[in-house]
């Protein structure tokens, strides 16, 4: 869409935003008075309003009650709040599906969803469309000029829960997409079909009206309808954000325009790679995982996709829990110091604001025993003050805003891949996409080197690659030539390349690269697997040089100018290459490692790598210490951010001012125990 984007990095306040989500219509206007100024107690100085308000905006069709927002926005004004505002589309009110029961999603079985969750819209509803559309074109209208407002919150969570629908409305709009992606009549039909490779199991189409939804199948659905699928879902959604954001532009083309991503480890099913383009911030919901290994591992890791999602610039984090979540089968609650590490983690690896879901806990609701800024005990309590302390650090740290992290390693990523990796019928079920890429992630973080994810869909993606010392493949099961070239690229500029197995298998119609796996990437390696040989659960492979690795193995060949680094000693075929390493004309090198590495060797195989290109640490400190560095675009000033995650206090070596405290370091900065120094650095 070609919408002029004059506000395309504005930020909505002046300052690291603290604040969080501020749903009003739970409480009396009398509680309203106290919330601004509870929230200027504790420096919020910017809340999400709105977001699931439909209901009372628009108590039914055409008839719209703005009275009590204007209040509230009146009133935050008033404190000095300034306002990310609703179109409050997310869940559309109960006698939208009364009058109109077709936008009602439908599940993969057919079950059409019932009104009382949240999201109960099918993404590709004209009527949906059409009712949203209206209310936001008079919200534009009415508060477009309101002085609180800062920014427009497209919808919320776009796709948490709704955004793969099998209705028939669905089903049309998804061939209106085929015949846009293949082409129209029988041409676009042929294409289909090869691309679908529909000779297979008598699947071939002779007319467009028998192409469908991929609905419940009694053997496994063809592949590459389903990937097809799940990119147009991706699309349905991206489009609705686009319908809603186009009219807010066209009303006030000087504010800027986010919806929330999800980046986190559940959430697969929005390609943000495509919808990246569209925001003029970019923000980001995170909630920490417990039911993951190490939590604060993926909360890094997802922060780093978001700032490549941010083309390495500032971004928002626009939700996180002060403590617990309610949605987990235990929620773990936040220790003393938490909160506020948490949030720094995140400010460490590219966020300028810090907000949360929500500001005073809910009483009633689904969501009621979720933690927020203001608990349900009130304000003698701990997290209040660990709140108000929050808002006083990031003040104090304010000056980080608009500095870039510092990072000589980038990763790829992409939510296709994801997509065709863990797709049914593969290899081994045990091979998931995230896996490669996190553990990678892990071991550079342990070892405090920061890597940029970078998203495939990235523009120059070529560039932005060849700009690190070090470029990291993991599983990008699904591959396009442009992405491969994209690598080949940053190999001949000197970038030393790691391509972890499973990677360039299957070309963008989901259709296997002939001539020996890794497919894309077997001549940069030199590397030609002829058979996957999978591991059964527990069982390890190990490797000569006492490395080991689970799930995965392989068994092929090596080009002449490739250095086996590893081969492997137990495991299915003993003496096939596990580990390998070719030397590039670039001056860097191709490694291809053909199993899923252990947490030890991925940390043994990265330090060679990276002492090879000569990187290191962002500084050295105790194991558990996390450690990143934010540098000014003039190179003038750099801050390090030191994260405790050890439980106990730390030192790192790092000489300036800590910024938190105010305190001079000389030599060595104090890290408190589950808590964060921010050092502006001196030389010397
Ligand atoms: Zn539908």
Redesign the pocket.
């Known amino acids: 869409m070609s919408v002029a984007r004059p506000a395309a990095g504005r930020w909505p306040t002046d300052s690291i935003s603290f604040g969080g989500d501020y749903n009003p219509e739970q409480w009396s206007p009398e509680v309203w008075v106290e919330d601004v100024a509870l929230m200027r107690e504790a420096g919020v100085d910017l809340v999400t309003v709105g977001v699931f308000s439909w209901a009372l905006l628009e108590p039914e069709p055409g008839r719209y009650e703005f009275g009590w927002l204007d209040q509230v926005l009146d009133l935050l004004h008033a404190g000095g709040i300034r306002v990310d505002l609703a179109t409050a589309t997310a869940s559309a009110p109960p006698w939208l599906a009364r009058l109109h029961p077709e936008v009602l999603?439908?599940a993969e079985d057919g079950t059409r969803y019932a009104i009382g969750g949240r999201q109960t819209w099918?993404p590709?509803?004209p009527v949906y469309r059409e009712r949203s559309l209206l209310l936001v074109e008079q919200l534009a209208a009415r508060y477009g000029q309101h002085p609180a407002l800062a920014m427009w919150h497209v919808s919320n969570e776009l796709g948490c829960h709704n955004v793969h629908?099998f209705?028939d409305?669905?089903a049309t709009a998804f061939r209106a997409w085929l015949q846009r992606r293949y082409g129209t009549g029988e041409a676009g039909l042929a294409e289909l079909n090869r691309a679908w490779g529909t000779a297979f199991w008598s699947q071939h189409y002779g007319d467009w009206a028998e192409v469908g939804v991929p609905r419940r199948t009694t053997a496994t659905g063809n592949p590459t309808q389903r990937l097809d699928f799940l990119r147009f879902s991706s699309d349905a959604l991206l489009e609705q954000y686009e319908a809603e954001a186009s009219v807010l532009r066209r009303v006030t083309p000087e504010v800027p325009v986010t919806t929330n991503f999800m980046v986190t480890s559940h959430q697969w099913a929005m390609d943000y790679g495509t919808w990246a383009a569209g925001q003029d911030v970019v923000s980001n919901d995170h909630y920490l995982d417990h039911r993951l290994p190490d939590p604060h591992a993926e909360l890094s890791f997802c922060a780093d996709l978001t700032r490549g999602l941010a083309g390495g610039g500032p971004w928002l984090l626009m939700e996180q829990a002060t403590s617990a979540v309610n949605w987990q089968p235990v929620n773990v609650a936040k220790r003393p110091g938490e909160t506020l590490r948490d949030s720094l983690v995140h400010v460490a690896r590219g966020a300028d604001g810090v907000c949360f879901f929500q500001w005073r806990a809910s009483v009633a609701g689904a969501e009621k025993y979720h933690s927020a800024l203001l608990p349900h005990a009130g304000t003698r309590t701990r997290l209040w003050r660990e709140v108000r302390e929050l808002g006083r650090a990031l003040r104090s740290i304010d000056e980080v805003r608009g500095t870039r992290v510092q990072a000589d390693v980038a990763q790829l990523f992409d939510h296709q891949a994801w997509w065709a990796c863990d797709a049914p019928n593969r290899p081994s079920e045990l091979m998931g996409y995230t896996d490669a890429g996190r553990a990678v992630h892990r071991a550079l973080r342990a070892a405090g080197v920061t890597s940029d994810v970078v998203p495939v869909a990235t523009p120059d993606l070529a560039g932005v690659l060849a700009a690190h010392r070090v470029v990291v493949v993991p599983t990008l099961h699904l591959c396009t030539d442009a992405t491969a070239a994209a690598v080949a690229d940053a190999a001949a500029a000197g970038a030393t390349v790691v391509v972890t197995c499973s990677s360039g298998i299957v070309d963008e119609d989901d259709h296997v690269r002939p001539g020996g796996y890794p497919g894309a990437f077997a001549d940069l390696t030199g590397v030609r697997m002829d058979q996957f040989h999978p591991l059964p659960a527990g069982e390890r492979l190990e490797l000569e040089n006492g490395w080991a690795g689970t799930v995965w193995s392989e068994e092929g060949t090596v080009d002449d100018d490739v250095e086996v680094v590893a081969r492997v000693t137990a495991g299915p075929l003993p003496g096939q290459p596990a580990v390998t390493r070719r030397p590039l004309p670039g001056g860097g090198a191709a490694w291809y490692v053909a199993t899923q590495l252990d947490d030890a060797s991925w940390a043994a195989l990265l330090d060679r790598v990276l002492q090879e290109v000569g990187v290191g640490p962002a500084a050295v400190a105790p194991a558990g210490v996390e450690v990143v560095r934010r540098v000014s675009a003039d190179g003038e000033r750099s801050y390090l951010f030191c994260l405790d995650h050890t439980g106990a206090e730390q030192r790192v070596a790092a000489r300036g001012v800590e910024l938190i405290t105010g305190a001079t370091v000389d030599g060595e900065v104090t890290v408190p125990a589950r808590g964060a120094a921010v050092v502006r650095e001196t030389a010397g």
């Open positions: 999603p439908v099918c590709s509803s629908c209705c409305v669905s």
